[in-house]
C-alpha cells in the first residue's frame, strides 16, 4: 500500500501529507513551549523583584524598631538598659528569624516548583527536537525517493515513446512488404 502511494503521488512531486502535518504539529509544540519557557523566566523575574521589596521592607523595619528601642533606652536605667537590651535582642532575633525563614521556605517552594517546570519544558522541548530531527530525515528520504522515482517515470516515458516509434517503423515495413509482395506478384504473373 505504501509503495503504490509513493508511486502515485512521487510523479507530482508531493510528499505525503502526514510529513508536513507531523512537522507542522511538532513546530507548534516548540513554540508553545518557548512560550511556556519565557512566561517562567518572567515569573522567576517577578519573584527576584519581590525579594528585593521584601529585603528592602526589612530593613526599614529594622531602622524603625532601631529608632524604637533608642527611645526606650532613654527611660531606663543602666542595669535595666542590659537585661532589657538582651530581651531586645533575642526578641528581634527570633522575629528576624521567623519572618526570614517562612520567607525562605516559600521562595524555596516557589523556585523548586520553576525549577521542575523549567525542567519538564526542557525535556520537552528536547524531545520536540528530536522529533523534528526524525521528521526531517523522513523528509529527506521521502525527497530521495521522489526524485529517484521521477527519474524512473522519465525512463519509461522515454522508453514508451521509443517503443511507439519502433512500432510505427514494423508498421510501415509491413506496409513497405505487403506492397512489395503485390509488386512483385504482378511482374511474377505477366
Known amino acids: 500500500m505504501c509503495k503504490q502511494e509513493l508511486i502515485r503521488v512521487s510523479p507530482s512531486g508531493v510528499l505525503p501529507l502526514y510529513v508536513f502535518n507531523l512537522l507542522d504539529e511538532a513546530r507548534t509544540e516548540i513554540r508553545q513551549l518557548e ?14 523583584q519581590e525579594i528585593q521589596t521584601l529585603k528592602e521592607q526589612l530593613r526599614v523595619r529594622d531602622i524603625e524598631h532601631e529608632e524604637e528601642i533608642c527611645a526606650l533606652k532613654g527611660q531606663v536605667t543602666q542595669g535595666q538598659k542590659q537585661h532589657i537590651q538582651e530581651n531586645i535582642d533575642l526578641i528581634r ?48 528520504e521521502e525527497r530521495g525517493r521522489t526524485f529517484t522515482l521521477q527519474g524512473e517515470v522519465r525512463k519509461l516515458t522515454a522508453n514508451q515513446r521509443a517503443l511507439s516509434e519502433l512500432e510505427e517503423c514494423i508498421t510501415d515495413l509491413r506496409n513497405e512488404n505487403k506492397v512489395l509482395k503485390d509488386a512483385n506478384e504482378k511482374l511474377i504473373n505477366r
Open 35 to 48: 512560550d511556556r519557557l519565557s512566561s517562567q523566566n518572567v515569573q522567576i523575574e517577578v519573584y527576584e
Open 93 to 140: 532575633l527570633h522575629r528576624d528569624v521567623k519572618q526570614k525563614s517562612s520567607k525562605l521556605l516559600i521562595l524555596e517552594t516557589q523556585n523548586s516548583e520553576l525549577e521542575e517546570k523549567l525542567r519538564i519544558t526542557e525535556s520537552n522541548f528536547q524531545e520536540l527536537q528530536r522529533e523534528v530531527e526524525t521528521l526531517n530525515s523522513q523528509l529527506k
